[in-house]
């Protein structure tokens, strides 16, 4: 979630690597992270799910923007600690643009 000192809340999703392949063999769509990340009917999905989270909370509250992202964050990386806790500056630096298209 990406909100600070911005006009709204948005945010950058990440697919699990073992519920998303599930899911798109189901609704029979093919192919790894990165090809379920541009398929149109993964998004409407993240879009429903993300529509469903927002009923929760206040209109200034809610993500208004999203992109889904094309790799699996592991533990010890640029966006997580060994613990897997987020390291806000690393995901700030490492996805300064997809950030700045969800506020152009």
Do not use: C
């Not at 993964?42 to 929760?56: M, W």
């Not at 200034?60 to 992202?69: D, P």
């Amino acid at each position: 979630m990406i909100g600070d000192a911005r006009p709204y809340v948005s945010a950058l999703i990440v697919l699990d690597p073992e519920v998303a392949p599930a899911w798109a063999s189901q609704h029979g769509i093919e192919g790894d992270l990165a090809a379920l990340a541009d398929h149109p009917d993964v998004r409407a999905e993240v879009q429903r799910q993300i529509d469903e989270a927002n009923s929760h909370f206040s209109q200034v509250e809610r993500v208004k923007r999203f992109t889904i992202l094309h790799e699996e964050w592991m533990p010890d990386s640029e966006e997580l600690t060994p613990t897997m806790k987020l390291k806000r500056r690393g995901v700030h630096a490492k996805y300064a643009s997809e950030i700045d298209a969800l506020y152009s």
